[in-house]
């Protein structure tokens, strides 16, 4: 069993950073492409970004494209996501997610995801 957790959020004023973390248990870690997304108040989750196994390559959401950066250390089995330039709207809980096919390709659709960690929530004031 896959275990993630997420690690990082708080509360920040716009304009300003956050970096998420989220460890992963478990030896194949870098085997799988990983993603993050989030879920607002009263909204669906959705998807934020996602990176390759091998951490070559990256996707993002438009809405945070140019401000979030995803990575990965796959010696410390973490996924990581830096968050700049936040605005109000990036008010949510974050939630890390692993690929359920193994050398799968990136993708931002939640349901080819199939382990989850708890969530971390950041909120961003005005």
């Known amino acids: 069993q896959v275990q993630l957790v997420e690690s990082g959020g708080g509360l920040v004023q716009a304009g300003g950073s956050l970096r998420l973390s989220c460890a992963a248990s478990g030896r194949t870690f870098n085997m799988y492409a990983m993603g993050w997304f989030r879920q607002a108040p009263g909204k669906e989750r959705i998807f934020v970004a996602t990176?390759?196994?091998?951490?070559?390559?990256?996707l993002y959401a438009d809405s945070v494209k140019g401000r979030f950066t995803i990575s990965r250390d796959n010696a410390k089995n973490t996924v990581y996501l830096q968050m700049n330039s936040l605005k109000a709207e990036d008010t949510a809980v974050y939630y890390c997610?692993?690929?359920?096919?193994?050398?799968?390709?990136?993708?931002?659709?939640?349901?080819?995801?199939?382990?989850w960690g708890q969530g971390t929530q950041v909120t961003v004031s005005s």
């Open positions: 990176i390759s196994s091998t951490g070559g390559s990256t």
């Open positions: 997610a692993r690929r359920a096919q193994i050398m799968g390709a990136m993708t931002p659709i939640g349901s080819e995801y199939n382990y």
